[in-house]
T-cell receptor, first 118, second 109 residues
């Protein structure tokens, strides 16, 4: 498709279970980003990939959160031993190569995965 | 660290009213500034951007000017429509973008 695709759209899990969220970026986009959006808040940055390299993971809230992008395209965000505070919408975004400094290409967002932990 | 503060909502306007949503930022250097919009049930969409001081971003009748002297990037539209009802997010930077909390706009016929 033409846009960023995320799956599943909704995920319900019991506390303590592991979950995996998938992101399929726009074809040709080398940069990929994950954000967490709590209800009524703006997105909070989690991590950033350029191709398969994870260049920034400073936003991951704990070591239970893990992201990978082994072939530089599809990415998976994994949350182990989920807690209720992990309930949020997880957004993936990608951007095209090119641009530097203040003129980096804008990010294109997927519709997100709404995660509910019971 | 870099951050964005935007006007709290919700904002309710009648159709054809003038809209302003305030956004101010704190940043080292000169980041790019963005407005994103989230329509009900949809993902974030880029509305407009500005990459340097005094740049004006515009799209779909919305405008915002990058003001370095007031560290602001206020969103404006001269005549809103019901279809503009959405949540609007101000954001800065690139890579680890920083978003405001969002402002919900409802436009009534």
């Amino acid at each position: 498709g033409a846009g960023v695709s995320q799956s599943p759209r909704y995920k319900v899990a019991k506390r303590g279970q592991d979950v995996a969220l998938r992101c399929d970026p726009i074809s040709g986009h080398v940069s990929l980003f994950w954000y967490q959006q709590a209800l009524g808040q703006g997105p909070e940055f989690l991590t950033y990939f350029q191709n398969e390299a994870q260049l920034d993971k400073s936003g991951l809230p704990s070591d239970r959160f893990f992201a990978e992008r082994p072939e530089g395209s599809v990415s998976t965000l994994k949350i182990q031993r989920t807690q209720q505070e992990d309930s949020a919408v997880y957004l993936c975004a990608s951007s095209s190569p090119g641009g530097t400094g203040a003129d980096l290409r804008p990010q294109h967002f997927g519709d997100g995965t709404r995660l509910s932990i019971l | 660290g870099d951050s964005v503060t935007q006007m709290e909502g919700p904002v309710t306007l009648s159709e054809e009213a003038f809209l302003t949503i305030n956004c101010t930022y704190t940043a080292t250097g000169y980041p790019s500034l963005f407005w994103y919009v989230q329509y009900p049930g949809e993902g974030l969409q880029l509305l407009l951007k500005a990459t340097k001081a005094d740049d004006k971003g515009s799209n779909k009748g919305f405008e915002a000017t990058y003001r370095k002297e007031t560290t602001s990037f206020h969103l404006e539209k001269g005549s809103v429509q019901v279809s503009d009802s959405a949540v609007y997010f101000c954001a800065l930077g690139a890579g680890d973008m920083r978003f405001g909390a969002g402002t919900r706009l409802t436009v009534k016929p």
